[in-house]
Each structure stands twice: as structure tokens, then as C-alpha cells.
């Protein structure tokens, strides 16, 4: 085309007798276009001046999907010099090309001696306007554009279907071609108030305000750097929420090899003042990660966790943790997969929002290896806290292998005694599902610690125990084994305990007790159920928890057959006991049996089974179909006969919680 | 003849129509569901939808193998011999701490769930849970702060689904129980919220 052209002007400079020359073509075609209806009219003047009109039908790029419709080049003063060469300066462009509907402006070109230089003046992209300059000849180009209010809306809805914007950009951009066929050039894109959204609304930005410069330099292996900076506004990318109340700064140094599909970053860093610093580098093949090392920084874990890390966890039982403090680390991946990180905290404080957990002065050194075992782990803390039991601190060794975690064992206070975790192991990192199993042993448990820290009434006494393993996945904590608990002067035996849905809204727990030997003195004292003298022994089955509330068990005390000790029941404890049953007190007190400190007993017994929202009552067999649950030996004799054998749950709750201990009325 | 072919026949006979009943108590089940979800949308600040006609309180859905018409008559005669071994109207306990504790639980939440049921990005689906049907209308500040508001809300209905049933004995209920909370949450909703049918969104 650009031959036809230059030919028609040599012929039409030649002949000047001629007043208006022309050429129509149905189509022309070159290797990457093709041009439909093409007008040529050309107006020859004096002193190798001359002007022309161009019109095309159409103009196609099909590589590029690009049509241009419409299209109108005019030179109104073309001049054509005698050394060969011309130039036009007062050229006008105009054409339609999608999105578009008209796109133009001013054109100016000059062609000597080989070296043709090309300028577009005030040129229409929509609303966007376009100054550029283009120079060149065998040995090299040149050239730089400015574009100006490039609007967004109608270049989303042409190249990316579905997607949605407003805001308009604005890109300064210059280059050059070298001989040798390298390249290089720079460039700054720039936009504020910018707005987009993908068809889903997953990747949406608002009112951003952002720069995207970079250096480019062209070859068999282009290369360069390009900066990010995100201003203002508001990004999300699914599940990412990010406001850039400071700007975000991204750089990337690095090259791209065509015939490999590599891309290498050397250098790559991400500021975010007073929130994130990161620098590392990755290697990207053939469409895939192939290694990335980062190292980062978190100033203000806080707001780290909540950018970074809680989009990733909603709906898992880490969802909702309170952080504060500072961490650091650094990660490295390959082939997609995490191979090693290594995690710094540094005064660091973890809460749990339900208050199920919490650690505080959190501080230590964390480390991981995908391939072999990583060096040794520390990590301490000054207080924690389990539900509303509080523990103490401790530090704690950790050794990290490629797919558990073993915790050495360590001590820590609890309830004015000690737990000992004789060894924990976490397996199934780093993608899960994670398992958690080992052993821990009690010592010196307060019981009036506990029920201060549990709102219960108060207890006496101390607990020694042993868990010797359990085991946690899927939700399910599973103690194997019997866990002892020695007290009141006896063992309670926990057997079969599990707990389903251990961070979840309602844990169920079920587990079948097996009291032996207690001393009823000092039950009977702790809970200040009026005294009673001598052993208990009996069992509870399919207790069952749920949200920690009791929803059923069949439970059976009593006293054991020949018992060691003394068989002596209070007065008080005789009105306690009947208040259990009936709801009122005996009144002894008011009779001849006032006169008696306590009774001598044959045995106690008592059955309680609990379905639903009743609890079915039994004791030894009574006369009359009642049953004893205080069977009385010797003279004054008194027995406590029940006969009322089903009372609503709520009902004997709420009278065991009206028993006046030690002068306190449990609420 | 009878006695040599006859009573074994009969035995047979016996043996080969016990019907085995799945019983799970639909009725009791449905009052059942309707009664948390009403109290749990009260806190929606909207009234919830009027119920639809109250079914007739049919027999509790069970599960029958149907016999081939030969054994039919020999079926009804045997019904009126064999007594029926569980015929015991069946009840929906909900009364429990834990059920309890998730319904306040639910209900505290659904003031902070209405404007997104109302403006059509949360909705309920056929699992009897909630899902996002759409963020487009959601604030990006807020987009979080809702899905886990549905991850939460998503927790507790399954922990009720699970708890009901163990409540009353049966935990293969569960699924069950699912299925009749998912067809009264949408059935009780007001006009204008959003669910989820055949793998299709529609508004009430």
C-alpha cells in the first residue's frame, strides 16, 4: 500500500499537467492486514506540492482483532522534495475502531533521506488524548507518547468481557529499537479514582489512586524493572481486603525468556509503612512456580492478621483470634508447595474471640523444613489461659520434622499445681488435616482454685492425675486410657473420655467415671452437705456433654459392701439429702431427734438416670415401693425413703444449687 | 396335609412380610423446626412469612417396601394378626441447654444477617444452611466480616441439626432433620429474601 502510494505520487509530481488523479481498489492486502473500499484521490500543486485524500472501508489486523472502520487520511499540503523524500505536516487522521466510535486527530510525517519521522498531535481515544512522536531509520527507532484521560469503562467492555470500571489512566512512554533488533524503553501509567469489578465481583477495585512505572530493556532476554504503588482506595481480591490508608509499594526487578516461558524475578519487595515490609525473589516456568524466597516483616500483627491470614481461615476454628505484638520470618516454596519457613515472635499476645484460648508475651523461634529435619524451635510465653482456667508460663523446646511437630516436654503452673506434658507430637503439616497426640501428668490441682476460675461453688481439696495419651483429629479429642484423678481421699477413674467438636459451638463430650473409696468426710465437708461419715463408691455411664452442659447419664452411689469406716450422718446432711429428693427440708430439728448430733447409717444409696429433661431417682429397694436412699442403722434410727421417682432435671439443679454452703447461697 | 405343609407355609409366610419402619417423626419434627425458626427470625426486624396451610397431620413419614399385590391381601389380613410393634406417637424434644445455647446463639446473630438476606447476597439453601449469593452488593470492607458471619451461622445450624437429633436418641436422624429445616427456613422467610432450589436462585 505504502508503495502504491509513493508511486502514485512520483507519477503525479511528474505529470503536472495533471489536476486530479485517482485510485480505487476493492481490497488490498498485506502479510498482517487488509484493507477493503480503498479510495485514493490525489490533487496535484505547483513546486512539488501536492495533497491527497485516503479513504478505507475498512482496515483490518486480524492477528490483533483489530478493525478500523471508516477510515480518512487527508494531507491537504504535501510537499515532495527533489532529493527524493516529502513530508505533510497538517495531516488529519479519523477512523472508528471499537470501543471507540471515533478515533483521530492531527498527523504529521516526514521522510528523508530513509529516515521517516511520524507525529501524532491531539489525537482522540474517546475522551483520552494522545501526543506521540515516532523517528527512525534502518539503524534504529525511536519515539515516546503521552496519553492523557484514557478512559477505563471502554476499554474493560472491549478487551475483557465481563469486567467493569470507571476512572480514567493516564501513561507517558518512550523507547527505542537498536540495529541489532534490541530494545528498551520506560514507561508510567497513572490513575486516580479508579474503579473496576470483574462479572462475579471477586477482584474489585474502588476510588484507587495508583503509578505503574517500569524500565524495560528488549533483547533475546528482555528485561527490566517495574514499581507498583497503590495511593489510595480500596482492593479486593477474593478473599484479600486491602485499604490503602498508607500507599502499598511493589518492585520487581528481573527477566523473561521467551523460548523457556521463564520468568525470573532477582529482586522483589513489598512496603507497606508501619504494616508489612517483604523482600525475596521467585522463579516462574512454564506457567508454574518453580521457587520463590521471601522474607518478611510484620510490624503490627494485629492488622496483618486481619489482612493476610484471617480471609484465609474463616469458617476453621482460627478464624477469630485477637493478635497483637510483632513477627517475622521467611518462606520458601517450590513447585507450588511451601519447602521451609521459619516464624520470629516477638512479644506477641494470641486470644481467642470466644475465650477458649489465649497466650500472652508469646516470643520465640519457629522453624520448618519440608525435606529434612529444621533446626530446634523455642517458643515461651508468660501467661495463657484454657477457657477460663488460667495457666502459666513456660518454654518450651520444638523440634519441627517434614510432616510433625514434637514438642519436648515442659511444665507449667495450672490451678496452683503443675502440668506436666510428657510429649506432644502434631502431624499432618503443613496442609492438614492435623493430628495432635500425647501424655501429660497432674499435680497438686486446686480444687478451690478450679472452681473459682469455673464460677463453681467452692471446693476443697487437691488433685493429682494422670492422662497417659490422647489423641486429637477432625475435631475429636480421644483420651486413651484411664485418666486417675486421686481425691477425696479415693480415685474417680475418667474412662472412654471423647470429645467431638472440640472448638466447635456445642463440643459434645461423653465419658463413664468410676468413683472408688472416696471419703465421704471430706466430700461432705467440701461441699458442706452436712456431714457424713464413711466410704462412697459407684459410677457414672454415657455421661454426656453438651456445650459443657449436662445432657444425660445413668449414675449410681453408694456405699460399699463392708466398709472400713465409720457409718455417721449428720442432721443437716440428713435435711440436705431430703431436700435433694422432696424439695423441703426433714425439719429434724424440730422433733425429739433434734437432740441428736448424728445418725448411724446402714448404707446410702442413690440412682439417678437422666433422659431428656427428666431424672428418673432409685436407691436400695424401700418398703411400700419407695426406695432408701439413707438406709439408718442402730437407735435413733432414720431412714430417707424416696418415693417420688421422676422430678424434672431443672428442678434438682436448682436444689443443689439452693443448699447453703458454708454460708453462701449458690445462685 | 395342613399340618405337614401348611404351618411351615404360614411361618413362611409370616417371616416373609415383616415390613421393617424407619420411623422418623416428620410431624413432630416440622412443629418442631418451625418453632426455632420462628424465634430465630424474630430477630431478623421483620415478621416472618405467615405459614402456609398446616399440613394435615398425617402418619409420620416411614419407609415401605411395597409387596407384590399377591402378598397385599395376605399383608392386610397379618396386620390385623401381628400386632404393630412400634406405634407410639414420636416427639421432637428441642428443649435442651445446648439446643438452647445455639438458638440464642442464631438469634443474636440474625440482626447483623437480615439487611444481607434483604438486599439478596445471602440466601438459604437446600442444606438448610445459608450461603452468599452474591457480593457484588456488599461493601468491600464488609465482604469479610459476612462471610464469616455465614461461616458462624453455619456452624451453629449444623451443631443444631447434630444436637436435635442426639437429643432425641437417634443421631441418623441428622440428615433428616436437615431436610425439614431446610424446607421450613424458606418456607417461613419473609417476601424479598432469596433461596436456593435445584441449584437456582429465586426470590420470595
Sequence with gaps: MPLLLALLLFWAAAASAVEEAGLAAASVAGAEWRAEGVRLRLLPGDSGRAAFDLHLDRLTFPALDLEAAGLDLSCPRLRLFQEGG???????????????????????????????????????????????????????????????????APLLSRWASGWSGSGALSLAASGSRRPSGGWKGRFRLAASKLGFSDEEGLHVGEALALSLSGKLDGGKRPQGDLQLRLKRGQLYLDPFYLEFERPLTLNAEGWWNEREKRLHLERLTARWPALLELSGRLDWRAGGLREGVFRWRLADLAKGYALLLQPLLIGTPADALQLRGRASGSITLGGGEPRAFALALESARLEDEGGRFGFDGLSGRLYWKASAPASPSRLSWTSAHLYRVALGGAEVGLRARPHRLEVAPFAVDLLRGRLELTGLIISGLPRGPF???????????????LSAALDWPPLEGKVDASLPRFHYAEGRLRLEGDLVLKLFGGRVVVEGLTVEDLLGPAPVLRTRLRLENLDLAQLSRTFSFGRIEGSLEGWVRDLRLVGWEVAGFEAELRSPPHDARRHRISQRAIDDLTKLGNGVAAGL????????????????????????????????PGPGGGYYIVKGALLPRVDVIGRNRRVAWKDLLARLRAIQLKGIVVE | MFKKTGWPLLSLLLSACVTINIYFPAAAAEQAARVIVRDVLKNSGQAPQQAPKAPEKGPDHSYLDRPHPAWLLAGRLLERLVPVAEAAGADIDIDTPAIARLRKSM??????????????????????????????????????????????????????????????????????????????????????????????????
Design chain 1, 589 to 620: 430439728s424440730g422433733t425429739f431427734l433434734g437432740l441428736f448430733k448424728d445418725f448411724a447409717y446402714d448404707r446410702l444409696q442413690l440412682r439417678v438416670t437422666l433422659h431428656g429433661d427428666t431424672a428418673e431417682l432409685d436407691g436400695a
Design chain 1, 435 to 449: 493430628e495432635a497426640e500425647g501424655g501429660a501428668e497432674l499435680a497438686g490441682l486446686s480444687l478451690k482454685a
Design chain 2, 107 to 204: 438469634q443474636q446473630r440474625q440482626r447483623q444477617l437480615a439487611p444481607w438476606y434483604r438486599a439478596g447476597a445471602v440466601g438459604f439453601n437446600e442444606s438448610g444452611l445459608v450461603q452468599i449469593r452474591s457480593l457484588k452488593q456488599v461493601p468491600l470492607s464488609q465482604r469479610n466480616r459476612l462471610k464469616k458471619l455465614v461461616a458462624d451461622e453455619n456452624r451453629d445450624r449444623n451443631a443444631l441439626y447434630r444436637e436435635i437429633a442426639r437429643a432425641n436418641g437417634h443421631p441418623e436422624w441428622e440428615g433428616e432433620i436437615r431436610k425439614t429445616f431446610a424446607r421450613i427456613w424458606i418456607e417461613e422467610v419473609p417476601k424479598g429474601y432469596w433461596y436456593r432450589k435445584e441449584g437456582a436462585w429465586k426470590r420470595k
Design chain 1, 86 to 152: 516529502g513530508d505533510c505536516r497538517e495531516a488529519k487522521l479519523d477512523f472508528a475502531l471499537a470501543p471507540w466510535k471515533r478515533v483521530g486527530g492531527g498527523l504529521e510525517w516526514r521522510w528523508v533521506s530513509g529516515r521517516l519521522a511520524l507525529a501524532l498531535k491531539n489525537f482522540r481515544l474517546g475522551r483520552g488524548r494522545l501526543e506521540g512522536r515516532l523517528e527512525g531509520d534502518q539503524d534504529g527507532w525511536g519515539g515516546n507518547l503521552n496519553l492523557e484521560g484514557l478512559r477505563l
